[in-house]
């Protein structure tokens, strides 16, 4: 069954040999846990932790012509798995919602709710009404008392976990480096010690973006030198703060070694997976303060998990009540203008307006070219990258790359990365003569010897030997010989992933002609909101509807974990 379900195109190979390896450790084998443990792979591999064994053939496959009339009985499947040694302690878990599991997700989301509980109990740093933190509070956040920031700030000291959560230009960062300020003075004046501040986000060129946006807003902080002196102005990976190592296999920091901090603080969390943030709460000290911040309305982590979103739920439907703050006042955007309207119109799946937004044809921050007009958008991008690759100095080369972005869904086919970019190459090779001898690259992979993390942008100088800038999150520019490189691959065009945590002054997206079910409200939502003055949407405005329908929902039982954690 198995092998004609993967020749239909329903599972990758792994899925099936997953399912065959475990199967052979049970005598009699059952073809429907197998099928059952397949499908449990699939889940995982598109990024939810779980499969819940009450989805229908249509909702595993909804576009697959070759998919199955109709999977076991539900009732039956639970009993079969439940009667099966492997979910007797063993590589599988069936919780009471039905949900299947392999065992290390079911873990991962336990040991997740486990430390949010543990943390839960931790006592206030302050009390609510405190005179200090009120004169405090006026002081660093002016304004209304019932801001949302000074929301925020008396959250980061009534728990020892709290997060801040809103969209693009919300001021998130402004917003922390004034409650960073907070927790050294409260800090200063409790224990007379300057506290050890860490920045972290999960990528190396949201990191660069955390540290530079602070260095920024600690100019308009109402604080002591002391304390601005003890806020960082550089950010780096979580990765290499926590010490991952073989991919994830293995970190340096943990329970028995925490992280040197007493405030921490993650930046677009939404791309954080269960296993880093188990990892993160686990290296976190006892004693410190972590400030969790992230869009819960971008796209969800590569790896297995939606945490973030997760969070938020369990902190609306659990006891756990991890203080989440929302800011919703945009200062980047003018609401008033199309580029505004499309990212809220978005955010909210309201259709009508989007519709109305693509129809205009007199907007200079939002323009709709149906994908007839697509070679003349490559035309443009071949423009600006032969104004970016005609210079070797990396301040101008990284200057121009910040101005424009060309994204797809995908890496491969018609309108991937790889195509676009390569008629972007066409362009410049006709025009010169010749291929460029400066080529934009993005590091696919993190090397801690050299100091380069997947995400960090280069420049390619051609060259006998070919040398590397890059632009690097905690190193700033810096020289490599190609030949020593981790992986990396050409950035005349990026994917939505790849550009998350990134802005740029204007933005091209290129959607195929057809649907697909990766597209969804929140790709599109990340992929707009990635501009800071303009978007230019190329292909048919169906398509942009129909993912516009489409959430790109999680399967997880990490709110029913926090909840059982706390009981």
């Known amino acids: 069954m198995l092998a004609e379900l993967q020749a239909r195109g329903l599972f990758e190979l792994l899925e099936v040999e997953l399912a065959r390896a475990l199967g052979r450790i049970v005598e009699p084998s059952s073809p429907e846990v197998e099928l059952a443990i397949a499908l449990t792979g699939r889940n995982v591999r598109l990024g939810h932790s779980c499969f819940p064994l009450d989805m229908s053939a249509a909702e595993i496959w909804p576009r697959e012509a070759g998919r199955p009339a109709e999977l076991p009985d539900v009732a039956r499947w639970k009993d079969l798995i439940a009667e099966s040694t492997l979910s007797?302690?063993?590589?599988?878990?069936?919780?009471?919602?039905?949900?299947?599991?392999?065992?290390?997700?079911?873990?991962?989301?336990?040991?997740?709710?486990?430390?949010?509980?543990?943390?839960?109990?931790?006592?206030?740093?302050?009390?609510?009404?405190?005179?200090?933190?009120?004169?405090?509070?006026?002081?660093?956040?002016?304004?209304?008392?019932?801001?949302?920031?000074?929301?925020?700030?008396?959250?980061?000291?009534?728990h020892s976990v709290s997060l801040l959560c809103g969209g693009p230009g919300t001021g998130k960062t402004t917003t922390v480096a004034a409650i960073v300020a907070l927790m050294i003075e409260e800090r200063l004046r409790e224990a007379q010690a300057v506290p050890r501040v860490l920045l972290l986000a999960p990528t190396g060129k949201s990191a660069a973006r955390l540290g530079e946006a602070v260095r920024q807003a600690k100019s308009g902080i109402a604080t002591s030198i002391e304390v601005l002196a003890a806020i960082p102005e550089q950010a780096t990976t979580l990765q290499r703060a926590l010490g991952m190592r073989r991919e994830g296999a293995r970190f340096g920091?943990?329970?028995?070694?925490?992280?040197?901090?007493?405030?921490?603080?993650?930046?677009?969390?939404?791309?954080?997976?269960?296993?880093?943030?188990?990892?993160?709460?686990?290296?976190?000290?006892?004693?410190?303060?972590?400030?969790?911040?992230?869009?819960?309305?971008?796209?969800?982590s590569v790896e297995a998990g939606s945490v973030l979103r997760d969070l938020v739920m369990a902190s609306a439907q659990t006891a756990w009540k991890g203080g989440v703050t929302q800011l919703t006042k945009t200062y980047r955007y003018d609401e008033k203008q199309p580029l505004g309207q499309l990212i809220a119109a978005i955010r909210k799946g309201d259709a009508a307006t989007v519709q109305r937004l693509l129809d205009l044809d007199d907007a200079k921050d939002l323009v709709w070219v149906s994908s007839a007009g697509l070679p003349a958008?490559?035309?443009?991008?071949?423009?600006?990258?032969?104004?970016?690759?005609?210079?070797?100095?990396?301040?101008?080369?990284?200057?121009?790359?910040?101005?424009?972005?060309?994204?797809?869904?995908?890496?491969?086919?018609?309108?991937?990365?790889?195509?676009?970019?390569?008629?972007?190459?066409?362009?410049?090779?006709?025009s010169e003569g010749r291929e460029p001898a400066v080529r934009p690259i993005i590091i696919e992979e993190n090397s801690h010897e050299l100091k380069v993390y997947n995400g960090d942008f280069a420049m390619l100088v051609e060259g006998e030997p070919s040398i590397a800038t890059v632009q690097s999150e905690a190193e700033g520019f810096r020289e490599i010989a190609e030949a020593r490189l981790p992986r990396y691959s050409d950035a005349f065009a990026l994917s939505v992933h790849k550009a998350q945590g990134s802005e740029f002054d204007e933005v091209l997206?290129?959607?195929?002609?057809?649907?697909?079910?990766?597209?969804?409200?929140?790709?599109?939502?990340?992929?707009?909101?990635?501009?800071?003055?303009?978007?230019?949407?190329?292909?048919?405005?169906?398509?942009?509807?129909?993912?516009?329908?489409r959430s790109a929902r999680r399967y997880s039982g990490l709110v029913d974990a926090i909840a059982e954690a706390l009981d």
Request: no cysteine; proline share 7%.
């Open 88 to 158: 007797d302690g063993g590589p599988l878990v069936l919780d009471d919602a039905g949900r299947l599991y392999l065992r290390r997700y079911w873990q991962l989301e336990r040991d997740i709710a486990r430390e949010l509980a543990l943390r839960s109990s931790t006592p206030p740093r302050m009390a609510s009404n405190s005179p200090w933190l009120e004169a405090s509070l006026e002081r660093l956040f002016p304004g209304a008392d019932d801001s949302p920031q000074r929301g925020a700030a008396r959250n980061s000291l009534q």
């Open 253 to 300: 920091r943990n329970a028995d070694r925490p992280l040197e901090a007493d405030v921490i603080v993650v930046d677009e969390a939404s791309m954080v997976d269960l296993g880093l943030m188990r990892q993160l709460l686990n290296a976190t000290p006892e004693h410190a303060s972590l400030l969790i911040v992230g869009d819960p309305d971008q796209l969800t």
């Open 377 to 430: 958008e490559l035309d443009r991008a071949a423009s600006h990258w032969s104004t970016a690759l005609g210079t070797r100095n990396p301040v101008r080369h990284f200057d121009l790359r910040s101005r424009y972005v060309m994204l797809s869904p995908f890496r491969r086919g018609l309108v991937g990365t790889r195509r676009l970019g390569a008629a972007v190459v066409d362009r410049l090779y006709q």
């Open 509 to 549: 997206f290129v959607l195929p002609d057809e649907d697909a079910p990766t597209l969804s409200r929140e790709l599109l939502y990340t992929a707009v909101s990635r501009a800071r003055h303009a978007v230019r949407l190329v292909g048919p405005k169906e398509v942009v509807l129909a993912a516009l329908g």
